[in-house]
């Protein structure tokens, strides 16, 4: 899920992000992080009066990959850590070091540039 916050007669730069995600990669050198959004999906839409005509019918048909299930959308961001991002682990202060591939984070950024997945942190926060 991705909240933005904006107040009237903001500029689009400075409205706040907060999303929950997982860290697919770590640049300690450059201080960025690749970060894996996770989009909600929308169940498949039925038109009015009922069962889809075409292509459908008794039996459903079987999904397209093997599992059955789709896999979540996902938009992948890039991070950009700063002097002023702060980091919090539970309900303590946290730092950069004890980050790690795979973790669910919160993330509370702005965006960064003219690329609209390039997020200045302000706030990374870790459940543990």
Do not use: C, H
């Not at 009237?8 to 706040?16: K, M, N, Y």
């Not at 070091?97 to 997945?117: C, D, M, N, Y």
């Amino acid at each position: 899920m991705i909240v933005a916050v904006a107040v009237l007669g903001q500029d689009t730069e400075s409205i706040r992000i907060v999303t929950t995600g997982q860290i697919r990669k770590i640049d300690a050198r450059k201080k960025t992080l690749e970060f894996w959004v996770f989009l909600d999906s929308m169940p498949p839409r039925v038109p009015r009066g009922g069962r889809a005509r075409r292509g459908g019918g008794y039996p459903a048909q079987p999904s397209p990959n093997r599992g059955g299930a789709e896999p979540p959308p996902v938009v992948t961001t890039k991070v950009f850590i700063t002097q002023r991002t702060v980091f919090r682990k539970g309900d303590g202060p946290g730092d950069f070091a004890q980050l790690r591939i795979g973790q669910r984070v919160t993330l509370t950024g702005v965006r960064k540039g003219k690329s609209p997945t390039d997020i200045e942190a302000l706030e990374i926060s870790t459940l543990n």
